[in-house]
């Protein structure tokens, strides 16, 4: 069974940093192009961050081009998403996902999905 369990979320004040973790089991997720998605109180659901099964090619979300890092260690199964200068607007729930194929775009489908994990950014 395919899982994916994301950690590392919490409350920060505005400013701050946070590293998220994605921990990847049930299948070969070094394979996989893998993302990060964030849903607020009252918005859809939006991507994030992305990066390819290589790690040579990372996206971004205009919202966080230079705030936001993603990284992965397959030997790890695990993929991560550094958070620096956290604002209020990056307060959500924030979601690890996999896809088989690789990345086409922020509208991209996912194939597989985590709980996902609460950011709140306080001022």
């Known amino acids: 069974q395919a899982q994916l369990v994301e950690s590392g979320g919490g409350l920060v004040q505005a400013g701050a940093s946070l590293r998220l973790s994605c921990a990847a089991s049930?299948?070969?997720?070094?394979?996989?192009?893998m993302g990060w998605f964030r849903q607020a109180p009252g918005n859809e659901r939006e991507f994030v961050a992305a990066i390819s099964w290589g790690g040579g090619s990372t996206y971004y979300a205009d919202s966080v081009k230079g705030r936001f890092t993603i990284s992965r260690d397959n030997a790890k199964n695990t993929v991560y998403l550094q958070m620096n200068s956290l604002n209020l607007e990056d307060t959500a729930v924030y979601y690890c996902?996999?896809?088989?194929?690789?990345?086409?775009?922020?509208?991209?489908?996912?194939?597989?999905w985590g709980q996902g994990t609460q950011v709140t950014v306080s001022s």
């Open positions: 049930g299948r070969t997720f070094s394979t996989y192009t």
């Open positions: 996902a996999a896809k088989r194929a690789a990345f086409g775009g922020s509208g991209d489908k996912f194939d597989f």
